[in-house]
């Protein structure tokens, strides 16, 4: 393989192995705070429906 | 999510069935576009850099998302210190919502800087000052988390976390300045430095500026949500006490004990 070609292959590896550690941070993380948004809508719903609307202060 | 414990508005028929409110609705559909245009910025708009190349991408996540973490803390411990003064509900779980998403923050600030660290120093992790520290400061919020889920009345519960969340602020303080302090793998400040000259500029400071506003603004969103559900709790945990109480003294009306000489 001529050496400007290894260059090459060589930065392209790199990058995207580079792009490997992008997408699993920001993959990682935004799932993980997606999913305890999620948690958080889903028992607000399952608390107020066991609540009278007089005693829900503070929500509007 | 406003107004002292003391006024409260009263009950209406536009309550919703949730946490959601109308601010919230509005505050969401903000923050779509927002979080949309902000990967955009850091994925794709901003150059690569010099010396990290296409990593560098992951400064516009890790550090909006320690800054949360920051003011999440921060908030946390000064509405402990009003809790001392007031000793309202309110105040307890601006408290208690503040703490619980630092957590999460702190939580991911550690992962993605753990994934960050990886391709820059050659390691995962590595017990060095900054590191340390902030685990550290997880291990605190998740004692106050602890603290929060000992049964006891309110007031004690209130005490108890907010003197736990005061130490928030010495901690974070330690975080901040440890690459000061002692010597660190981890970089220097790079915006907020004594000489007031950041080690970023162009789009890429720009970028960082507006990720910084974007996490703000999910930070206020998801704290009047959480504040709600943290509301809502006590709320339903306060009718099941009632509950409880009114069956056991049913109960002892039924054994007889409880009406004495109503019947001689």
Not at chain 2, 71 to 91: E, H, I, M, P
Not at chain 2, 157 to 179: D, E, K, T
Request: aromatic letters at 12%.
């Amino acid at each position: 393989m001529s050496p400007i070609l290894a260059t090459l292959f060589a930065q392209i590896g790199d990058s995207s192995s580079q792009w490997g550690y992008v997408a699993a941070g920001y993959g990682i993380v935004l799932l993980g705070i997606a999913v305890y948004v999620l948690f958080v809508l889903r028992k607000g719903r399952q608390l107020s429906r066991q609540l009278d609307p007089e005693d829900r202060r503070w929500m509007s | 999510m406003s107004g002292d414990a003391s006024t409260g508005a009263g009950p209406s028929a536009s309550v919703p069935s949730g946490s959601g409110s109308r601010t919230t609705r509005v505050l969401a559909l903000l923050l779509v576009p927002a979080l949309a245009l902000w990967f955009y910025l850091a994925l794709v708009a901003s150059p690569a850099d010099v010396n990290q190349g296409e990593v560098v991408r992951l400064l516009y996540l890790h550090v909006p998302i320690v800054v949360v973490a920051y003011v999440a803390c921060f908030l946390a411990a000064g509405a402990s210190a009003v809790w001392f003064w007031k000793r309202t509900q309110w105040w307890d779980l601006v408290a208690a919502s503040s703490a619980e998403i630092a957590t999460v923050m702190v939580a991911a600030t550690l992962v993605v800087g753990s994934i960050y660290g990886r391709p820059t120093w050659g390691v995962y992790w590595t017990w060095d000052a900054r590191l340390t520290a902030t685990a550290m400061l997880m291990l605190l919020l998740l004692g106050y988390l602890a603290v929060r889920r000992i049964p006891a009345s309110p007031d004690v519960r209130g005490r108890r976390s907010a003197i736990v969340a005061m130490l928030f602020i010495p901690n974070i303080i330690v975080v901040n300045q440890s690459v000061n302090w002692w010597r660190s793998l981890h970089q220097e400040p790079t915006l907020f430095r004594l000489s007031l000259s950041p080690k970023i500029e162009g789009l890429m400071f720009f970028t960082l500026m507006y990720a910084f506003a974007v996490g703000i603004l999910f930070f206020a969103w998801l704290l009047v949500h959480r504040f709600r559900v943290a509301y809502l709790q006590d709320q339903v945990d306060a009718l099941g006490l009632d509950a409880a109480i009114e069956e056991r003294r049913d109960e002892g009306w039924d054994d007889g004990w409880a009406t004495g000489g109503a019947t001689s």
